[in-house]
């Protein structure tokens, strides 16, 4: 590791995630809870991790409302 670094020509903000950017989040899910949902995901003729987002932001919303 060198005694100093030279920050000088750094970019504030470069590895930044914008707001609306999808965000890959790797995680596991009991198999059960994965079926039901694919199931639903396909009836509704939607992309599973569409679905998922929708079911978390109404927790979220659900949460937030019992505060």
């Known amino acids: 590791m060198p005694d100093e670094i030279d920050f000088s020509k750094g970019v504030r903000g470069l590895h ?16 059960g809870v994965w079926e039901y ?7 509704r003729g939607v ?3 569409d679905l998922l987002n929708e079911v978390l932001r109404r927790d979220i919303e659900i949460h937030e409302s019992l505060k």
Do not use: M, N
């Open 16 to 31: 930044h995630i914008p707001p609306d950017a999808k965000v890959f989040v790797p995680t596991s899910i009991e198999r």
């Open 37 to 43: 949902f694919a199931g639903k995901a396909e009836q």
């Open 47 to 49: 992309e599973l991790s």
